[in-house]
């Protein structure tokens, strides 16, 4: 540490800042431009300070929402989403969003402010020892013990969050460390040293013969496979996929997130053959995605128990955890790119009319034209599927840059998932890989920020949005361009589906633990802060609905009637409830 009384570069005339000024100043330095959170003791000053350096600051009325919003926001535009909460229960509440983010793998820096040092384990004000509680959902967290340390701590945590793997970290300021001050020049060399301390993190290098290996593994494969999912997306690896996809003819799937990478819509989309596709396969290349439960851990008899994985990652653990064929660590978009250059010197296409292409091509078809019988007809009272074609051909009809697609709830996640359409890359966010309730609105509210040119669409369950409604008022403070439509069914997978067995004892008459109150009026919960709100039952009035509120691009819920015992209990998760 300097000590400023020898230092002759500091003036010691220069006027003092505090903590919270000198953290702004750090996070600004780091290239910080959002923020999102809740103010309270001890960091209110610091959001203000944050704001007068040029930070935009949204502020929530949940920390839980508010970190699912840094989460996802880091996830857009690969830089760390910020969540600042208070002390104590406020800490609590944002390892909602921390947890997230480390399950997402997605770059994002929670800062809480905590009690005051010296009254620490004497019961203070929202005394908690977060370093201890964060533990589990941090890859790197740090306690700034004295303002002296606030510029290393700041940019450890900002730089730890995305390097590697991205993740969640944690930055501790205790009451006392935000009220200690230095002089200004003090504050200026003590950003500067840190920052010039700053390390680069060395990028594993692949040794030419594993690309060569991959190369020709996926050149004598029969059927190949191409599958890519968020860790793809999030290192805009869209380019090096297209080139790849079209070079090779091979087909691809994209997991939930990786949706809109490629076109949905495109001729070599394998998603509407999905099951073919992966039962079937030979040769899979999986770019950035987990072989976790969302992709059947890779196993039979989704997979075929022979076929060989090729596995791109930026984490050498998960390739150590899945042991596949062949391993490439790295960054997807660079590990493509050479790839492609290894096809370049000696190119190979398999063609239309390659059995592997033709076959999955014909069921891909096939279901298609089964769904879209489906889909045409317009069922009243609204089941899922009649108000989802609707609200995909109203998305559809927005063109470029197409809208950003918020989704959550059971049936209705799993519904608008097949149905509907993404074209652009990173234009979905979904209950994730935790399959997270509740992430909604903080997912709109980053979407909004994130990408300030592009409307923000939620096709949420009555469940899912409900967790997070109040931040519709958020919503309308900020005039966000965000149209929220609610799947209102009365409920947790919508009507009251008990055996009679399950329907005894003292408390037999309250409601069913799934079911909500009957015909919400949720449309009026955005009318009360000043949003538009609509309640809609038929064809026409949700038509109506979202070309006005599409194009009017202000905040508006959506009030989607429909029927109850639509869909089923837990959607096509029924296995395990
Ligand atoms: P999905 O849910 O779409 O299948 P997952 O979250 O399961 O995706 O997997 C994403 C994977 O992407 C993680 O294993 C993560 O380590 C990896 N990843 C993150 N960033 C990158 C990157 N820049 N390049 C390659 N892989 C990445
Ligand atoms: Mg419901």
């Known amino acids: 540490m300097a000590d400023s009384n020898l230092d002759p570069s500091i003036s010691h005339t220069s006027p003092l800042i505090d903590g919270n000024v000198l953290v702004a100043k750090a996070l600004e330095r780091a290239g910080v431009d959002r923020m999102f959170g809740v103010v309270g003791i001890p960091v209110t000053s610091l959001a203000n300070r944050a704001v007068a350096l040029g930070i935009r600051f949204i502020a929530f009325h949940n920390e839980q929402s508010a970190g699912y919003a840094a989460s996802a926001y880091g996830y857009l535009t690969g830089k760390p989403g910020v969540l600042l909460t208070v002390s104590g229960p406020g800490c609590v509440h944002g390892l909602a969003g921390l947890s997230n983010a480390a399950i997402n793998c997605w ?97 594993h290098r692949l040794e030419s013969s594993e690309i060569e290996k991959a190369v020709s593994t996926l050149r004598h494969a029969e059927r190949p496979l191409i599958v890519f999912g968020k860790g793809a997306s999030y290192s805009r690896a869209e380019n090096e996929l297209k080139k790849l996809v079209e070079s090779t003819g091979i087909p691809f799937l994209p997991t939930p997130m990786g949706k809109g990478l490629l076109p949905d819509n495109h001729e070599l989309a394998a998603t509407a053959a999905r099951s073919l596709a992966i039962g079937k396969c030979d040769v899979a290349l999986i770019v950035g995605a987990r072989l976790n439960w969302l992709l059947h851990f890779g196993e039979s008899p989704k997979w075929s128990s022979d076929v060989k994985f090729i596995l791109v ?237 599409f194009s009017e691009k202000k905040p508006a819920v959506i009030n989607v009637t429909i029927d109850p015992y639509a869909g089923a209990e837990s959607g096509r998760m029924q296995h395990k409830n």
């Open 313 to 549: 990652d930026i984490s050498k653990d998960e390739i150590e955890l899945r042991k596949p064929y062949l391993g490439l660590a790295g960054d997807a978009a660079k590990v493509l790119k050479l790839l492609n250059k290894e096809i370049k010197d000696d190119p190979f296409c398999l063609g239309k009319t390659h059995s592997w292409v033709d076959s999955i091509a014909k069921k891909a078809k096939e279901n298609v034209l089964k769904m879209e019988a489906q889909l045409a007809k317009d069922i009243v009272p609204f089941n899922f599927l009649t108000p989802m074609r609707i609200i995909r051909d109203a998305i559809l009809g927005v063109g470029s840059p197409s809208p950003i697609l918020v989704s959550e709830g059971a049936n209705t996640m799993d519904v608008g998932r097949g149905v509907l359409i993404q074209t652009e890359p990173r234009t979905r966010l979904d209950a994730g890989t935790w399959g997270t309730m509740g992430v909604g609105l903080g997912y709109c509210i980053a979407a909004a920020v994130a990408s300030p040119d592009r409307l923000v669409v939620a096709v949420e369950g009555d469940s899912g949005f409900g967790f997070s409604a109040m931040e519709v008022e958020t919503l309308v403070r900020y005039q966000l361009p965000v149209v929220v439509i609610v799947f209102n069914n009365g409920g947790v997978y919508g009507g009251d589906r008990r055996n009679p067995e399950e329907i005894s004892g003292p408390f037999k008459d309250d409601p069913a633990p799934t079911s909500f109150v009957q015909g919400a009026a949720y449309h009026v919960l955005s009318e009360a802060f000043g949003g538009k709100g609509y309640l809609v039952g038929t064809p026409d009035e949700l038509k109506s609905a979202l070309d006005k509120s």
């Open 107 to 203: 770059p994002m820096v929670m800062i809480s402010g905590s009690c005051d040092q010296k009254d620490f384990g004497r019961g203070d004000f929202q005394e908690l020892d977060q370093i201890a509680a964060v533990k589990s959902f941090s890859k790197f967290s740090v306690k700034a013990t004295d303002i002296r340390e606030i510029p290393n701590c700041v940019f450890q945590v900002v730089d730890q969050a995305v390097s590697g793997r991205p993740g969640g970290c944690y930055l501790d300021l205790p009451t006392d460390v935000l009220h200690q001050t230095v002089t200004e020049s003090e504050a200026e060399k003590l950003l500067s040293d840190a920052d010039n301390s700053r390390k680069q993190e060395e990028p």
